[in-house]
């Protein structure tokens, strides 16, 4: 049997995911994701789709990143009407998720003279034909058979297995490098044909320095300034993984009791979305949340209300720590503490997540001294730290030894990196593994046997 696998969007790029697989009228998509790092008004965002909406019977979506959930309204704006299947967690992250992305995507859409992409309808359009499933559950797509294994980069995670005639294809989506203190490792595969994403392609993580000691002692030094600590991250996952790190250090008193603040009302939403589906964390923490621990929640913590309370606390004196969205810097409410903290030298930025290329996030890590903030020059004073100790991505070397425990895999096509990474991944897995590996542009497609 044989099908064609066709790269509609996370090729030669890290977000965008989008891939469809398909035999005749048998179309499965995986992944509907929006472009990021750049420009929201990506024209890529809203070119109409390489493929009939209508003609699509299944999405798989991997998980609830908006680079591989974003474009989904749209989808069914333009006439989807199949199945949506993920996790049961993604399905449960999605809803607050895309209604946030609404927001940021409408004030794009106004600047840069666009219709918005979708509306509120779309996305409660989207959520009736989305269907939660356990990881290992088999289910029929016509003659595919779809499991999502556990793929260990946020809450539900997953990669997707598709099999027929006793040949198999995984799509990986984003592959966790047991980073997170709340999840489990992503399991081991099997498989013919390898669709694996390679953000970290192109790099090793230091491994010698003990992660919670490392934000121990950043939270330590800068509270001893009198500084604040300005964490950007993403709302899901990386800000779980730090509120519980930080309940930690605070509960065993390893770190001063400084007042803690959540500014992102979209965390707040996500974290609880979290603490619904302890099944999903690894067994320790599932434990813990079972047995009635709140392993978010702490005295010194207190979540931002409003962009008012947001500005008050952005100009208020004394040691504090913030974490605060977007996890790139590239808007949100970060913006305003960026103003205040990046010419403090008392105050220190951590940086804890992949930044893009170009991303406010990326150019404070390169070192640049004067950065422009809504209209506004501000002096970069403060420590510049980075931890990446929580990354959610697996490293070069995680990736190579990923493949090499699926060993044989017949074909590897590298996507979902910068151009460097994925070559990089591509050029290391032919030379230490001797697999064949591509990295294909946006728009290839290939034959597969299956
Ligand atoms: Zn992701």
């Not at 790269?7 to 509907?32: Q, Y």
């Not at 333009?78 to 998720?97: D, H, M, N, R, Y």
């Not at 939403?269 to 999903?280: D, R």
Request: glycine residues 8%; aromatic residues 6%.
């Amino acid at each position: 049997m044989q099908s064609t696998l066709h790269f509609v969007g996370g090729a030669e790029a890290v977000t965008g995911s989008n891939f469809l697989l398909e035999d005749g009228d048998n179309k499965v998509l995986i992944d509907c994701g929006l472009y990021q790092g750049g420009h929201a008004c990506d024209e890529t965002n809203w070119s109409v789709f390489p493929y009939d909406p209508k003609s699509i019977s299944t999405l798989i979506v991997t998980h609830a990143h908006i680079d591989h959930i974003g474009r989904i309204p749209r989808l069914v704006k333009e006439g989807f009407k199949g199945t949506i299947i993920s996790t049961e967690a993604t399905k449960a992250l999605v809803k607050p998720l895309l209604e946030d992305a609404l927001e940021l995507l409408a004030r794009e859409a106004h600047r840069c003279g666009r219709e918005p992409l979708y509306e509120k309808k779309d996305i409660a359009a989207a959520m009736k034909l989305w269907k939660g499933i356990p990881y290992h559950e088999e289910k029929k797509l016509v003659d595919f058979t779809l499991t999502l294994l556990n793929s260990g980069h946020i809450l539900g995670s997953a990669m997707a297995k598709l099999e027929r005639g006793g040949k198999r294809i995984i799509f990986t989506g984003d592959l966790g490098g047991g980073n997170s203190p709340l999840l489990s490792l992503a399991e081991h595969i099997e498989t013919d044909y390898l669709v694996m994403e390679s953000v970290y392609g192109d790099r090793v993580r230091k491994e010698d320095v003990d992660r919670r000691e490392q934000l121990e002692n950043i939270i330590e030094d800068t509270i001893s300034r009198g500084g604040t600590l300005l964490i950007p991250a993403f709302s899901t996952e990386r800000t779980q993984d730090l509120f519980y790190e930080i309940r930690t250090l605070m509960v065993e008193k390893r770190i001063p009791q400084v007042p803690v603040y959540a500014d992102s009302p979209l965390a707040e939403k996500i974290t609880e979305a979290y603490l619904k589906y302890p099944e999903y964390f690894n067994d320790k923490i599932r434990k813990l949340v079972e047995g009635g621990t709140n392993i978010f929640e702490f005295p010194e913590l207190h979540y931002v209300k409003d962009a008012e309370e947001s500005r008050t606390i952005a100009a208020k004196p004394g040691p504090k720590i913030i974490i605060a969205g977007s996890g790139m810097s590239n808007g949100g409410r970060i913006l305003e503490h960026d103003k205040h903290v990046l010419p403090d030298k008392n105050s220190t930025l951590l940086i804890v997540g992949y930044q893009a290329a170009g991303s406010l996030g990326r150019r404070l890590i390169e070192g640049e001294k004067q950065v422009t903030i809504m209209h506004e020059k501000v002096a970069v004073r403060c420590r510049i730290e980075a931890n990446f100790g929580y990354s959610a991505h697996m490293d070069g070397e995680e990736l190579l030894e990923f493949v090499n425990k699926a060993k044989p895999v017949k074909q590897i096509f590298v996507v979902m990196g910068e151009p460097m990474a994925s070559s990089t991944l591509v050029q290391r897995i032919r030379d230490f593994l001797g697999l064949r590996a591509t990295a294909p542009d946006m728009g290839d497609k290939v034959t597969l046997e299956l």
